[in-house]
Nanobody, 119 residues
């Protein structure tokens, strides 16, 4: 059974760092895109960072220069390094993979990991 299993969430102070990981159990990150999304209660899910098959990356403006997405093909792991955290980074973070060629729709999702940043 294919699963995306996230880890690394938790609490941090503003200005601190966290690193999220998402292991693909029975899955390798070789689709068009993989990414990290976050959701806050009452708000729509937001794409935070994407990484394409060729390694190119994109970020939502609010995290540019602070977050870095990467993938380790040998370990079947998608990572999100989050530095200089802000209170507004708080939310449930989900990894996603197995996208369509336009990297718009994702067929596989992790269960989510909570990130809480206190100011």
């Amino acid at each position: 059974q294919v699963k995306l299993v996230e880890s690394g969430g938790g609490s941090a102070q503003a200005g601190g760092s966290l690193r999220l990981s998402c292991v693909g159990a029975g899955y390798t990150y070789n689709s068009h895109c993989a990414g990290w999304f976050r959701q806050v209660p009452g708000k729509a899910r937001e794409g935070v960072a994407l990484i394409a098959r060729n390694g190119s990356t994109s970020y939502v403006d609010s995290v540019k220069g602070r977050f870095t997405i990467s993938k380790d093909m040998a370990k079947n792991t998608l990572n999100l390094q989050m530095n200089s955290l802000k209170a507004e980074d708080t939310g449930m973070y989900y990894c996603a993979a197995d996208s369509d060629p336009r990297c718009v729709e994702f067929r596989r999702w992790g269960q989510g990991t909570q990130v809480t940043v206190s100011s």
